[in-house]
């Protein structure tokens, strides 16, 4: 009894709130989750992110959830999922979007999914991936499983957000690596990241994972900036 008090207190003193509109909810709220930004890039195989990574070797296929604008909500949203200790908003996002795309053919014959991996260092600093958090949003709603431990990234490198042009290509080359490629030979894999602005971190960690004989790879983003 003095637990649920205690909660019940201190849900009043400091409420859930919806992190895009402030609203009371323990998290994103109906509203704005119908209200996102949608690619619909799940139909579309011909899109703006598929063309950012053009320059692939055996990609399938790629699709974002979500636009990013800058000064949009949205931008807000990335933030606190990415800097504020808020990796739950991935999760939900990422449940949100596989729940539509399971209703199109993006996910077919995909048979492992991998995060975008963050360097030791700052995955010790943030105390978490939120790529990893979309990941495993993902697997439950697919049942497709996923790895972790495959691919890592070697070079702690500056946020890309801070890099501009040439610059975010030079930032991330040869930042990955793949640890015993033999066990993933010829899977078809799912890359998930949280953003993609120019495609410049997918396209290294892809280059990474040329390792892997006779695989395909898929990428799924959260958001892609215009």
Known sequence: MVSAIHTALFNVLFPHLCPMCGSYCERICDKC????????QDVLRDNCTEDALADVA????????????????????????????????GYQLGRQAAQEFLCSDFFDGVQLII??????????????????YIARAISEVTGI???????TREKDTPQQALQTGEERKNNVADAFAVNHPEQLY???ILLVDDLITTGETVKACLRAMR???????????????R
């Not at 989750?33 to 619909?40: C, D, K, Q, V």
């Not at 990013?68 to 739950?88: G, N, R």
């Not at 995060?115 to 990893?132: A, I």
């Open 145 to 151: 499983p996923i790895d972790t431990t495959h691919v």
């Open 115 to 132: 995060p975008v991996p963050l360097h030791r260092n700052r995955l010790r600093s943030r105390g978490y991936n939120q790529s990893e």
């Open 211 to 225: 390792t892997i004989r006779g695989a395909t790879f898929s990428v799924f983003a959260l958001g892609k900036a």
């Open 58 to 89: 055996h990609l399938k296929r790629a699709a974002a959830f979500m636009f990013f604008e800058k000064e949009h909500p949205v931008q807000l949203l990335i933030h606190k999922m990415k800097y504020a200790d808020q990796p739950l908003i």
């Open 186 to 188: 010829h899977k078809h």
């Open 33 to 40: 989750i119908s209200n996102l930004p949608r690619t619909e």
